[in-house]
């Protein structure tokens, strides 16, 4: 399931094929998703203009020069794929049709894009621009880790009195926008916090800590998303999947990469979900 790194790293790949382009044809090839598809979807794409693409969590926001954003999530399985661009950007053949290619976009450009999902777990949808951030998908997620509303005096006031385990308080999209299990597992490492930690039991010290250490797991993921972006040219026209090392996750069993600690990284499922994390290091 990407995470807010991949999904930033699939923004970066499309935005020089979209931002400042014409959706010249869309095409929609199902109703639905997760969701039914808005009305008239294709009508209200195609003879656009993308004038910006940003991401709110884990969602990826393009601007039309109609006044309306189009709404795109992943979902589990969700993958982007760019070809034909004649920028020489990207230089892959369109592919043939494939199945699950749910909305492929064919830029006035040349370049496609599609979206393809085998899951179907992915979303998208219209609105006005001027109401993205009333959407129901969206009205209440927190602050973006990366931005400035995320600070030490938020996380302090968010985990006040909770009595919930630090883990599900930070995949709490109310708490912090697009943290997943993958980094809240590798932030928690680095602050030597245990993931069974009642959040409101955490000092306030310990917890002013998690804010830079959050904000450094997420950029080192984007910026290997951003390596993955320069060896684009010679993969297959997929974007924001990467290979990128973690210190616990997927780890259980291996040694704890801490320096003098010899403990192995163990696994427990909270809230139907692993938690990898070192019970040596981490208290
Ligand atoms: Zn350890």
Redesign the pocket.
Known sequence: MPELPEVETVRRGLAPVMEGHVIARADVNRPDLRWPFPTKMRERLEGKTVQQLRRRSKYILADLSSGETLLVHLGMSGRMLVSGDPLGLFAHDHPAPAKHDHVVFHMQSGARVTFNDPRRFGAMDLMETAAAEAHPLLARIGPEPLGNAFNEAHLIAAFKGRNTPVKSALLDQRIVAGLGNIYVCEALFRARISPKRKAGRISATRVAALVPIIRDVLSEAIEAGGSSLRDFRQADGELGYFQHRFDVYGREGEP?R?AG?D?KIARIIQSGRSSFY?P???R
């Open positions: 704890c801490r600690c403990a070192c040596t290091c981490q």
